[in-house]
C-alpha cells in the first residue's frame, strides 16, 4: 500500500486529526465579521454551516466560491461522508476561531444558480477554503475534479 493511501485510510479510521493552532490564518484588523457558527439544523437558519463550503450568515445562504468539498447530505460513498464531514468541521473550526471577512468571488457573479451568494472567506488576507485546498479536504472551485470516491 503506498504511504499517501495509508495516511488516508489513518485518517478516516482515526478521525480528524487536530490542528494546529499556526495553521489558522491570523486575522487583521480588515477582518471585521465575526460569529459562532453552529451546524446547521431544522429550518431556522440565521447563522450555521451546512456543510464544507456552504454556511449561514445572518440569514444569507452562503456559498464559499473558491472551494469545492465532498458532498455530505448524499455522497456517492463512505469515503466521501467521511471527508465531507471533516471538512464540514475544519471549516466550521475555521470560522469560529476568530474575525473573518467575506470577499466577492472573482468569478463576476454575486449568486450561484440556486441564489446563494458566492464569496470567499478570508482571514488576514488568506483564504480559509485554501486551508481546506492545503489539508486535502476540498478541491480549487473550477480545478481538477478530485474523485472522493
Not at 69 to 81: L, M, Y
Not at 90 to 100: D, K, S, T, W
Amino acid at each position: 500500500m503506498r504511504f499517501g493511501a495509508i495516511v488516508l485510510l489513518s485518517a478516516l479510521l482515526l478521525g480528524p486529526p487536530a490542528f494546529a493552532e499556526s495553521a489558522m490564518p491570523a486575522a487583521t484588523s480588515r477582518d471585521s465579521e465575526r460569529a459562532t457558527f453552529p451546524i446547521c439544523k431544522g429550518s431556522g437558519r440565521i447563522t450555521c454551516i451546512v456543510d464544507g463550503d456552504t454556511i449561514w450568515y445572518r440569514g444569507t445562504k452562503i456559498r464559499i466560491a473558491d472551494i469545492d468539498t465532498p458532498e455530505i447530505s448524499r455522497p456517492g460513498c463512505d469515503r466521501e461522508a467521511a471527508i465531507g464531514r471533516r471538512a464540514t468541521q475544519r471549516m466550521q473550526a475555521l470560522l469560529n476561531a476568530g474575525p473573518f471577512t467575506l470577499a466577492r468571488g472573482s468569478g463576476g457573479r454575486d449568486t450561484d444558480r440556486y441564489g446563494r451568494a458566492l464569496r470567499v472567506v478570508m482571514r488576514g488576507g488568506r483564504s480559509l477554503g485554501e486551508t481546506l485546498v492545503s489539508e486535502g479536504l476540498a478541491e480549487r472551485w473550477g480545478g481538477p475534479r478530485i474523485a472522493w470516491c
